[in-house]
C-alpha cells in the first residue's frame, strides 16, 4: 500500500524546499516520487501556444522523491510517519503519532 497518493497534503523534509507545505498532484509509483504542488519548481523556457500565449519562462513542478516528503496530519499540525492499520479488512493509513485516519 502507498503511503502516499494525490491529493495528500505533505510536507518537504529534505532538500531546497524544505518546510514547505503542499498538495500532491501527481504520484509515480514506479521511481518512487511525486509533484508536488508549489515544490521543487523549475524554470522552464516554452513556445508561444494556445496554452502559453506569450511563450517565454514558465515555472514547473519537477518531480520529488517521497522519501522527502512527510504525510501532513492536521491534528498534529505537521509531518508525521503513517502506518498502516486494518479495519475491517480494509487498510487504512494512520498518524503514527495520535492514531488520526487519512482518507
Ligand atoms: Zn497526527
Same mark, same amino acid.
Given at each position: 500500500m502507498q503511503k502516499i497518493k494525490k491529493g495528500d497534503n505533505v *510536507? *518537504?523534509?529534505?532538500g531546497k524546499d524544505k518546510g514547505k507545505r503542499g498538495e500532491i498532484l501527481k504520484c509515480f509509483p514506479q521511481v518512487d516520487k511525486a509533484i508536488v504542488k508549489g515544490v521543487n519548481l523549475v524554470r522552464k523556457a516554452v513556445k508561444k501556444s494556445k496554452e502559453h500565449p506569450n511563450g517565454g519562462l514558465i515555472e514547473i513542478e519537477k518531480p520529488i522523491h517521497i522519501s522527502n516528503l512527510m504525510l501532513f496530519c492536521p491534528k498534529c499540525g505537521k509531518g508525521t510517519r503513517v502506518g498502516i492499520s486494518l479495519e475491517k479488512d480494509k487498510k487504512v493509513r494512520i498518524c503514527k503519532k495520535c492514531g488520526n485516519k487519512f482518507e
Open positions: *510536507v *518537504v523534509i529534505a
